[in-house]
């Protein structure tokens, strides 16, 4: 798996970069992943709360986790309220599973030729 040195900003980095035309920059103080528009950002406690990264996520995917799974999951500060899905890493992270909560949240944002590359070559990303 990319970046499994280790340091779970690293881990994180090594998903979104690994994503066609995903680039890195500070936002509100933290990396933040970008194509076009922010897909993931990475909260090692800048605003409070849990070493996390905030998730764009599908209608309906943050209820549900938060549901599930209430101590890994939560409703991230700010963009909470816009169906971010909060995903803790100072517990247990299944990296597996992060890495398709990192592909479906730049599958939210992504122009659909960038989303296509994704479908055209499986494993590439």
């Known amino acids: 798996m990319p970046g499994d040195d280790g340091d779970p900003l690293?881990?994180?980095r090594a998903l979104c970069l690994?994503?066609?035309e995903a680039t890195e920059r500070l936002s509100?103080?933290?990396p933040t992943w970008f194509v076009r528009r922010s897909f993931v950002m990475y909260s090692d406690h800048h605003h409070g709360g849990?070493?996390?990264v905030w998730c764009a996520a599908a209608p309906g995917v943050l209820e549900e986790?938060?549901?599930r799974e209430?101590?890994?999951f939560f409703r991230p500060p700010y963009v909470g309220v816009r169906g971010w899905l909060g995903v803790r890493l100072d517990r247990d992270v299944d990296w597996r599973e992060l890495?398709?909560?990192v592909e479906d949240a730049y599958r939210q944002v992504a122009?659909?030729?960038l989303v296509a590359r994704l479908d055209d070559a499986p494993g590439e990303a």
């Open 10 to 12: 690293e881990r994180v």
């Open 18 to 20: 690994a994503l066609p």
């Open 28 to 30: 509100h103080g933290e």
């Open 50 to 52: 849990p070493l996390a």
């Open 65 to 67: 986790q938060v549901e």
């Open 70 to 72: 209430p101590q890994r």
């Open 99 to 101: 890495a398709g909560i």
């Open 111 to 113: 122009p659909a030729r």
